[in-house]
């Protein structure tokens, strides 16, 4: 398995550019995630995806939209970016939710808007 | 409103030694409690968890003690060794939730 895979590793955008993070996972996980760890802070949720079909809005998810079309995949689209959105990435999934929330996470995406 | 806080940004302690990071919480729905470990440019990977009906739950080197009166917890890392140098964060999760609280994380160093 490769577990929860991320593409692309490090990206540099211009202020008003678009582009999508991709997230795939092949555990078969229901739930999947997206976080942002700004530097010394902690990791916050973007969204989430409780299944194919289903997403919702975690902490942060302003100038963000995801979508869920398939258990495996779980893009972050970033329209217009911003400096504001300069960050490292993670996206994570895990299988059950609840009492044994165990998230496995990506190796991250750095993006630096300019 | 942070609902998880790691006070002590980082810790120094010696190869051998006993490694304790600290973790607050504010939310009394909280019932299960994990740790993550994180080095640079990877992404956290689970290291240990433990459910609100327990205080305490052991893995080889790694022990996390919660209690709940005080809203409270530790990882005890013993003994301490040089790769043990990462990020550590303290994580949350109430009861039927989807979602993960993170705390800010603490960077320990084993020195040799």
């Known amino acids: 398995n490769a577990g929860v895979t991320q593409t692309p590793k490090f990206r540099i955008l211009k202020i008003g550019q678009s582009m999508t993070l991709q997230c795939t996972q092949d555990m078969n996980h229901n739930y999947m995630y997206w976080y942002r760890q700004d530097p010394g802070m902690g990791l916050k949720l973007i969204y989430y995806s409780v299944g194919a079909g289903i997403t919702d809005k975690g902490e942060v998810p302003n100038g963000y939209n995801v979508s869920r079309s398939t258990t495996e995949d779980f893009p972050l689209r970033l329209e217009l970016a911003a400096p504001s959105q300069t960050s490292v990435y993670f996206c994570?999934?895990?299988?059950?939710?609840?009492?044994?929330?165990?998230?496995?996470f990506g190796p991250g995406t750095r993006l630096t808007v300019l | 409103d942070q609902q998880v806080k790691q006070n002590s940004p980082s810790l120094s302690v010696q190869e051998g030694r006993i490694s304790i990071l600290n973790c607050d919480y504010t939310n009394s729905m909280f019932d299960y409690f994990l740790w993550y470990k994180k080095y640079p440019a990877e992404g956290p990977t689970f290291l240990i968890s433990?459910?609100?009906?327990?205080d305490k739950n052991e893995d080889g080197r790694f022990t996390v003690f919660l209690n709940k009166s005080a809203k409270h917890l530790s990882l005890h890392i013993v003994p301490s060794q040089p790769g043990d140098s990462a990020v550590y964060f303290c994580?949350?999760?109430?009861?039927?939730?989807?979602?993960?609280?993170f705390g800010k994380g603490m960077k320990l160093t084993v020195n040799p």
């Open positions: 994580a949350a999760s109430g009861i039927g939730s989807e979602k993960l609280v």
């Open positions: 433990i459910s609100s009906i327990k």
């Open positions: 994570a999934s895990s299988y059950v939710a609840g009492v044994a929330n165990e998230q496995f």
